[in-house]
């Protein structure tokens, strides 16, 4: 099946400071991939859809300006946390869709942030 | 899309089937069923869709009823690593269209 990849797996910062998460499809090229963040005990919440070459497209009440999603190509999209702070420790989440597929949405295995 | 209601848990023993249901009374005609499931603290897998004939994979089978305002996803024969939470959503399959998460079934499978 399909793989996505997250880089890295767990991180730790401190406040104020700036935080970039890798997802990367690893068999399979990707037009569009999306970012959900999920708080404990708490279902996944979608923040944006990222497609190749063009802007994100971000979810009512997230700030653009502080998630910044890059998608530079059908394998890797960044997320970065700017100016991160203990309120965006949470469970960031990728997904992707295979190209010309079944539309099928393959998820990565997750990036825990904690924010000190 | 449509909304889904499924209970918030559910206890299987180990070896039996599994029965998860999921409510969807305002499904559109070109609306699809999707299950998915999370593991703890791991990213949400994909286990099986359809739209209204019943599938089955290597993972599952997935039963829709004849009106497609319900559904069961049926593991035949659950073990303690399908402990998870099971997601129902109901979607267009239309290109870039990101799936929206509800609060899903909490599994328990003991022995």
């Known amino acids: 099946g399909a793989v996505v990849s997250q880089h890295p797996s767990w991180v730790i910062c401190k406040s104020g400071t700036s935080v970039k998460i890798e997802c990367r499809s690893l068999d399979f090229q990707a037009t569009t991939m999306f970012w959900y963040r999920q708080f404990p005990k708490q279902s996944l919440m979608l923040m944006a859809t990222s497609n190749e070459g063009s802007k994100a497209t971000y979810e009512q009440g997230v700030e653009k300006d502080k998630f910044l999603i890059n998608h530079a190509s059908l394998t890797l999209s960044t997320l970065t946390v700017t100016s991160a702070h203990p309120e965006d420790s949470s469970f960031y989440i990728c997904s992707a869709i295979l190209a010309g597929g079944t539309d ?5 295995p997750g ?3 904690t924010v000190l | 899309d449509a909304k889904t209601t499924q209970p918030p848990s559910m206890d299987c023993a180990e070896g039996r089937a599994a029965n998860l ?3 969807h009374s305002t499904i559109s005609g070109n609306e699809y069923v999707y299950w998915y499931r999370q593991i703890h603290s791991q990213g949400p897998q994909y286990i099986i869709h359809g739209l ?6 290597e993972m599952a ?3 829709i009823t ?3 305002k319900s559904s069961t996803l049926i593991l035949p024969h659950a073990t303690l690593r399908d402990t998870a939470v099971y997601y129902c959503i109901v979607r267009v399959m239309q290109a870039g269209t990101a799936l929206i998460f509800g609060k899903g079934t909490t599994l328990s499978v003991s022995s």
């Open chain 2, 66 to 68: 004849e009106d497609r």
């Open chain 2, 61 to 63: 089978s997935l039963i």
């Open chain 1, 111 to 113: 990036t825990r942030l």
């Open chain 2, 52 to 57: 209204k004939n019943n599938e089955t994979n």
């Open chain 1, 104 to 108: 099928t949405q393959y998820f990565g």
């Open chain 2, 21 to 23: 249901p999921c409510n």
